[in-house]
Protein backbone atom coordinates (compact mmCIF):
# COMPACT_ATOMS: atom_id res chain seq x y z
CA UNK A 1 0.00 0.00 0.00
CA UNK A 2 1.02 3.66 -0.89
CA UNK A 3 1.24 5.89 1.60
CA UNK A 4 -0.29 9.02 2.23
CA UNK A 5 2.01 11.94 1.40
CA UNK A 6 -0.28 14.33 3.19
CA UNK A 7 0.27 11.82 6.03
CA UNK A 8 4.70 12.79 5.94
CA UNK A 9 5.90 14.44 8.76
CA UNK A 10 6.59 18.38 7.72
CA UNK A 11 10.49 18.83 7.04
CA UNK A 12 12.26 20.70 9.84
CA UNK A 13 12.82 23.89 10.24
CA UNK A 14 16.16 25.34 10.27
CA UNK A 15 16.41 25.83 13.97
CA UNK A 16 14.61 22.18 14.29
CA UNK A 17 17.68 21.32 12.70
CA UNK A 18 20.01 23.01 15.03
CA UNK A 19 18.67 21.58 17.96
CA UNK A 20 19.05 18.43 16.42
CA UNK A 21 22.76 18.85 15.85
CA UNK A 22 23.09 20.09 19.09
CA UNK A 23 21.35 17.01 21.01
CA UNK A 24 23.85 15.04 18.70
CA UNK A 25 26.55 16.63 19.60
CA UNK A 26 25.85 16.29 23.16
CA UNK A 27 25.51 12.44 22.89
CA UNK A 28 29.19 12.44 21.26
CA UNK A 29 30.53 14.46 24.25
CA UNK A 30 29.22 11.87 26.40
CA UNK A 31 30.62 9.46 24.91
CA UNK A 32 33.75 11.15 24.81
CA UNK A 33 33.09 11.42 28.59
CA UNK A 34 32.63 7.77 29.35
CA UNK A 35 35.84 6.99 26.81
CA UNK A 36 38.11 9.51 28.61
CA UNK A 37 36.85 7.93 32.31
CA UNK A 38 37.73 4.23 31.22
CA UNK A 39 41.17 5.22 29.94
CA UNK A 40 41.86 7.00 33.02
CA UNK A 41 40.85 3.97 35.50
CA UNK A 42 40.86 1.08 33.81
CA UNK A 43 44.05 1.96 32.00
CA UNK A 44 46.04 3.26 35.10
CA UNK A 45 45.31 0.57 37.75
CA UNK A 46 46.82 -2.21 36.08
CA UNK A 47 49.59 0.71 34.90
CA UNK A 48 49.97 1.69 38.64
CA UNK A 49 50.02 -1.99 39.75
CA UNK A 50 53.28 -2.72 37.10
CA UNK A 51 54.68 0.24 38.39
CA UNK A 52 54.34 -0.77 41.93
CA UNK A 53 55.17 -4.13 41.80
CA UNK A 54 58.35 -3.11 39.99
CA UNK A 55 59.30 -1.18 42.52
CA UNK A 56 59.03 -3.45 45.26
CA UNK A 57 61.55 -5.96 42.93
CA UNK A 58 63.59 -3.28 42.58
CA UNK A 59 64.01 -2.54 46.84
CA UNK A 60 63.91 -5.78 47.81
CA UNK A 61 65.57 -8.27 45.28
CA UNK A 62 67.46 -6.23 43.27
CA UNK A 63 70.71 -7.82 44.21
CA UNK A 64 69.25 -11.08 43.20
CA UNK A 65 68.96 -9.67 39.74
CA UNK A 66 71.72 -9.76 38.83
CA UNK A 67 73.01 -6.48 36.30
CA UNK A 68 71.00 -7.94 33.25
CA UNK A 69 67.91 -8.37 35.24
CA UNK A 70 67.86 -5.28 37.07
CA UNK A 71 68.32 -4.14 33.22
CA UNK A 72 65.35 -5.76 32.43
CA UNK A 73 63.28 -3.83 35.49
CA UNK A 74 64.42 -0.87 34.41
CA UNK A 75 62.93 -1.17 31.23
CA UNK A 76 59.98 -2.55 32.54
CA UNK A 77 59.65 0.60 34.86
CA UNK A 78 60.76 3.18 31.66
CA UNK A 79 57.77 1.52 29.61
CA UNK A 80 55.33 2.10 32.76
CA UNK A 81 56.02 5.49 32.23
CA UNK A 82 55.81 5.99 28.42
CA UNK A 83 52.64 4.38 28.94
CA UNK A 84 51.70 6.70 31.48
CA UNK A 85 52.08 9.73 29.56
CA UNK A 86 50.41 8.42 26.49
CA UNK A 87 47.02 8.22 28.55
CA UNK A 88 47.91 12.17 29.95
CA UNK A 89 47.85 12.97 26.44
CA UNK A 90 44.88 11.01 25.17
CA UNK A 91 43.50 12.45 28.42
CA UNK A 92 44.20 15.72 27.59
CA UNK A 93 43.16 15.47 23.89
CA UNK A 94 39.84 14.11 24.44
CA UNK A 95 39.76 17.06 26.54
CA UNK A 96 40.55 19.87 24.34
CA UNK A 97 37.87 18.48 21.85
CA UNK A 98 34.89 18.43 24.40
CA UNK A 99 36.00 21.26 27.07
CA UNK A 100 33.61 24.72 26.64
CA UNK A 101 35.69 27.99 25.56
CA UNK A 102 36.02 30.35 27.81
CA UNK A 103 36.96 33.27 25.41
CA UNK A 104 38.69 36.79 26.29
CA UNK A 105 41.22 38.95 25.13
CA UNK A 106 44.75 36.90 25.61
CA UNK A 107 48.19 38.12 25.39
CA UNK A 108 49.72 35.43 23.54
CA UNK A 109 52.85 36.93 24.71
CA UNK A 110 52.76 36.98 27.84
CA UNK A 111 51.91 33.47 27.98
CA UNK A 112 54.73 32.27 25.76
CA UNK A 113 57.09 34.35 28.78
CA UNK A 114 54.89 32.16 31.48
CA UNK A 115 55.97 28.72 29.09
CA UNK A 116 59.82 29.26 28.61
CA UNK A 117 59.54 30.20 32.50
CA UNK A 118 58.51 27.04 33.80
CA UNK A 119 60.83 25.23 31.04
CA UNK A 120 63.69 27.06 32.45
CA UNK A 121 62.73 26.44 35.68
CA UNK A 122 62.89 22.55 34.94
CA UNK A 123 65.94 22.75 33.59
CA UNK A 124 68.15 25.77 34.73
CA UNK A 125 71.08 23.87 33.08
CA UNK A 126 70.17 25.17 29.46
CA UNK A 127 70.64 28.65 28.24
CA UNK A 128 67.51 30.32 26.87
CA UNK A 129 67.83 33.19 24.31
CA UNK A 130 64.21 33.99 23.76
CA UNK A 131 63.09 36.92 21.83
CA UNK A 132 59.05 37.42 22.14
CA UNK A 133 56.95 40.33 20.33
CA UNK A 134 54.63 42.26 23.13
CA UNK A 135 51.25 42.94 22.42
CA UNK A 136 50.12 39.67 20.63
CA UNK A 137 46.26 39.92 21.65
CA UNK A 138 43.74 36.99 20.22
CA UNK A 139 40.89 36.12 21.37
CA UNK A 140 40.34 32.59 22.84
CA UNK A 141 40.38 30.48 25.95
CA UNK A 142 43.44 31.48 28.28
CA UNK A 143 43.99 27.85 29.13
CA UNK A 144 43.79 25.93 26.43
CA UNK A 145 45.76 28.88 24.52
CA UNK A 146 48.63 28.31 26.77
CA UNK A 147 48.49 24.80 27.00
CA UNK A 148 49.11 24.60 22.67
CA UNK A 149 52.33 27.01 23.50
CA UNK A 150 53.48 24.95 25.91
CA UNK A 151 53.14 22.42 23.66
CA UNK A 152 54.87 23.98 20.41
CA UNK A 153 57.76 25.43 22.80
CA UNK A 154 58.22 22.49 24.43
CA UNK A 155 59.07 20.71 20.82
CA UNK A 156 61.42 23.77 20.48
CA UNK A 157 63.10 23.43 23.86
CA UNK A 158 63.74 19.44 23.43
CA UNK A 159 64.94 19.38 19.43
CA UNK A 160 67.28 22.27 20.97
CA UNK A 161 69.42 19.71 23.16
CA UNK A 162 71.99 19.76 24.13
CA UNK A 163 72.96 23.48 22.76
CA UNK A 164 71.58 26.72 23.55
CA UNK A 165 67.98 27.08 23.23
CA UNK A 166 67.01 29.82 20.70
CA UNK A 167 63.49 30.94 20.20
CA UNK A 168 62.01 33.90 18.11
CA UNK A 169 57.73 34.82 18.70
CA UNK A 170 56.38 37.48 16.47
CA UNK A 171 52.83 37.89 14.87
CA UNK A 172 51.40 40.41 12.69
CA UNK A 173 47.40 41.30 11.77
CA UNK A 174 46.25 39.98 8.34
CA UNK A 175 42.43 40.08 7.63
CA UNK A 176 41.15 39.72 11.52
CA UNK A 177 43.18 37.20 12.08
CA UNK A 178 46.66 37.45 14.32
CA UNK A 179 49.45 35.61 12.30
CA UNK A 180 52.15 34.08 14.66
CA UNK A 181 55.51 32.94 14.13
CA UNK A 182 57.35 30.46 17.13
CA UNK A 183 60.83 29.60 15.46
CA UNK A 184 63.45 28.14 16.68
CA UNK A 185 67.32 26.88 15.63
CA UNK A 186 66.99 23.26 16.67
CA UNK A 187 67.08 20.16 14.90
CA UNK A 188 64.60 20.43 12.37
CA UNK A 189 62.71 18.42 10.37
CA UNK A 190 62.71 16.48 6.62
CA UNK A 191 59.44 18.41 5.13
CA UNK A 192 59.15 15.35 2.80
CA UNK A 193 57.29 13.95 6.41
CA UNK A 194 55.62 17.36 7.20
CA UNK A 195 51.78 15.64 6.32
CA UNK A 196 52.32 13.19 9.32
CA UNK A 197 53.51 15.92 12.18
CA UNK A 198 49.91 16.88 13.32
CA UNK A 199 48.74 13.28 13.23
CA UNK A 200 48.53 11.10 16.60
CA UNK A 201 51.07 9.02 17.12
CA UNK A 202 53.28 10.09 14.73
CA UNK A 203 56.96 10.84 15.25
CA UNK A 204 59.19 12.39 13.01
CA UNK A 205 62.29 12.08 15.66
CA UNK A 206 62.81 8.81 17.42
CA UNK A 207 62.83 8.62 21.12
CA UNK A 208 66.48 8.63 21.17
CA UNK A 209 66.49 12.05 19.92
CA UNK A 210 63.63 13.12 21.80
CA UNK A 211 60.58 11.97 20.21
CA UNK A 212 57.64 11.98 22.81
CA UNK A 213 54.28 10.32 22.36
CA UNK A 214 53.33 11.57 19.14
CA UNK A 215 50.66 13.55 20.71
CA UNK A 216 51.89 16.92 21.65
CA UNK A 217 51.48 18.39 18.13
CA UNK A 218 47.76 17.14 17.54
CA UNK A 219 46.49 18.52 21.11
CA UNK A 220 47.71 22.08 19.70
CA UNK A 221 46.57 21.46 16.43
CA UNK A 222 42.82 20.34 17.87
CA UNK A 223 43.46 23.56 20.38
CA UNK A 224 43.69 25.89 17.77
CA UNK A 225 40.95 24.70 15.05
CA UNK A 226 38.33 24.61 17.72
CA UNK A 227 39.43 28.90 17.96
CA UNK A 228 38.86 28.70 14.58
CA UNK A 229 42.36 28.97 13.49
CA UNK A 230 45.08 26.89 11.82
CA UNK A 231 48.41 26.14 12.14
CA UNK A 232 51.22 25.20 9.65
CA UNK A 233 55.00 24.17 10.15
CA UNK A 234 57.88 24.07 7.77
CA UNK A 235 61.59 23.14 8.53
CA UNK A 236 65.08 21.95 7.30
CA UNK A 237 67.34 19.07 8.80
CA UNK A 238 69.87 21.09 11.09
CA UNK A 239 68.38 24.18 11.04
CA UNK A 240 65.42 24.36 13.06
CA UNK A 241 61.38 24.65 12.88
CA UNK A 242 59.11 27.62 12.12
CA UNK A 243 55.15 26.98 13.13
CA UNK A 244 52.75 29.66 11.79
CA UNK A 245 49.49 29.80 13.95
CA UNK A 246 46.76 31.67 12.58
CA UNK A 247 44.15 32.97 15.79
CA UNK A 248 40.93 35.42 15.93
CA UNK A 249 42.67 38.70 16.50
CA UNK A 250 41.18 40.21 19.72
CA UNK A 251 38.81 43.12 18.60
CA UNK A 252 37.76 46.65 20.92
CA UNK A 253 34.63 44.60 22.51
CA UNK A 254 37.35 41.87 23.85
CA UNK A 255 39.11 44.47 25.78
CA UNK A 256 36.30 44.62 28.41
CA UNK A 257 36.49 40.91 29.00
Known sequence: ???????????LTPEERL???EHA????????????????????????AISSYAGLI???????????GRGYLQRIREAATRMDGLIDGLLQL?????????????????????????????DPERTLEATVQPDLYVRGDERQLKQMLERLLHNAWKFSAPGPVRIQVSGQ??????????????SG???RYAGRLFEPFQRLHPSEQGGGNGLGLAIAQAIVERHGGRIQADAKPGE??????????????????
Do not use: C, K, Y
Open 1 to 11: MLSDPDSAPPP
Open 19 to 21: AET
Open 25 to 48: LQALRAQQEVLATGISHDLRAPLR
Open 58 to 68: DQHHSAALGDE
Open 94 to 122: SHVARAPLREQRVDLGLLVEWSLAELQDA
Open 173 to 186: PVDGQLRIEVRDEG
Open 189 to 191: FDM
Open 240 to 257: GARFHVELPLATDQDAGN
